[in-house]
T-cell receptor, first 116, second 109 residues
Framework: NAGVMQNPRHLVRRRGQEARLRCSPM?????VYWYRQLPEEGLKFMVY????????ESGMPKERFSAEFPKEGPSILRIQQVVRGDSAAYFC??????????????FGQGTRLTVV | DQQVKQNSPSLSVQEGRISILNCDYT??????FLWYKKYPAEGPTFLIS?????DKNEDGRFTVFLNKSAKHLSLHIVPSQPGDSAVYFC????????FGPGTRLSVLP
């Protein structure tokens, strides 16, 4: 039973390029969360998705960032025209439901984005 | 405005002693709380949880206490071991997961 899979583990992009980060949730999980961790900082919420729906994107920058979780396939976090400040570790988590008792989120290993 | 706060960015404890990590929250609608542990270059891993109807949950060396009236929870690790050195995140659920900023625990041999 594979856990949450994120790829790539490391991604290097030049300023102005696009970055695509993928997250395959655990089997049976229909809720996905994306978090960003800047160096020496904690986990910052970005977006919460269910299949084909964005539930909460209050943590997403208004420009250049988008996320989707299609009916089939992984969740994608897309960053257009990357800048140096986008360099961070991006973590994806999944859960079988959005809340309630005994709901744990399971994290992937993260994608470390470096913008040069 | 942070809904989940961990006011101590770091904590150092001697091996064998108790580690106490604290977490405060503001949203009274949170009904489930979790602690995660994170090593460098890895994703956070679930450690222990507690529902809002309880005030204590214990799992081996780890105990989580919840004080709803104070909107405060704490994680106790006893005895602390060097392998416990990591960043600990407190999280709360209402609709989705909200994480605190983390506390870096260093257990000194």
């Amino acid at each position: 039973n594979a856990g949450v899979m994120q790829n790539p583990r490391h991604l290097v992009r030049r300023r102005g390029q696009e970055a695509r980060l993928r997250c395959s949730p655990m089997k049976g999980h229909s809720h996905v969360y994306w978090y960003r961790q800047l160096p020496e900082e904690g986990l910052k919420f970005m977006v919460y998705l269910q299949k084909e729906n964005i539930i909460d994107e209050s943590g997403m920058p208004k420009e250049r960032f988008s996320a989707e979780f299609p009916k089939e396939g992984p969740s994608i976090l897309r960053i257009q025209q990357v800048v140096r400040g986008d360099s961070a570790a991006y973590f994806c988590a999944s859960s079988p439901r959005g809340g309630g008792l005994n709901t744990e989120a399971f994290f992937g290993q993260g994608t470390r984005l470096t913008v040069v | 405005d942070q809904q989940v706060k961990q006011n101590s960015p770091s904590l150092s404890v001697q091996e064998g002693r108790i580690s106490i990590l604290n977490c405060d929250y503001t949203n009274s609608m949170f009904d489930y709380f979790l602690w995660y542990k994170k090593y460098p270059a890895e994703g956070p891993t679930f450690l222990i949880s507690i529902s809002s109807i309880k005030d204590k949950n214990e799992d081996g060396r780890f105990t989580v206490f919840l004080n709803k009236s104070a909107k405060h929870l704490s994680l106790h690790i006893v005895p602390s071991q060097p392998g416990d050195s990591a960043v600990y995140f407190c999280a709360a659920i209402y609709r989705g997961f909200v994480f605190g900023p983390g506390t870096r625990l260093s257990v000194l041999p």
